[in-house]
């Protein structure tokens, strides 16, 4: 059975809430804090809970990932309208992103920018079909 990556959906996750809660102009102060709480609750996760134990296990927010999105937005912004990944990395650093983090995944963005494919695609090309082998020769 294929399972998925948690942090690759966790990314998933953030890059769409990121991009939809941007739009292409700031939000006024109300929404932007909605929105830096939204991606908050995104990027913050809990171990599962073990059946035998007494207390919730204490939640963590992802701030590598919430700096991973917010590199690869900002060095994939396009040239022509960059505003609505700019304005999704700044609610993705006021959500917690570290910026030295974000510093690293910016070249990142850039190079997936450069090679055309969309900015969190890491799927690999597809393959043609193989012939199946027959069962038995031939006569």
Do not use: C
Not at 45 to 73: K, M
Not at 104 to 131: D, H, M, Y
């Amino acid at each position: 059975m294929h399972r998925q990556d948690p942090d690759r959906l966790l990314t998933a996750n953030l890059f769409a809430a990121a991009t939809r809660l941007a739009g292409w102009k700031r939000p006024e102060e109300k929404a932007w804090k909605a929105a830096v709480a939204e991606l908050e609750r995104i990027a913050t996760v809990r171990e599962r809970r073990q059946p035998s134990a007494v207390h919730e296990p204490p939640a963590t927010l992802r701030a590598d990932l919430l700096a991973e999105v917010a590199g690869i937005l900002i060095g994939a912004a396009p040239d022509s309208y960059p505003e609505q990944n700019l304005i999704a990395a700044d609610l993705l650093r006021e959500a917690g992103a570290p910026e030295d983090i974000i510093q690293r995944w910016i070249p990142v963005g850039r190079e997936r920018r450069e090679g055309g494919g969309a900015p969190f695609s890491k799927a690999a090309p597809a393959r043609p079909p193989t012939a199946r082998k027959p069962d038995r020769p031939a006569s």
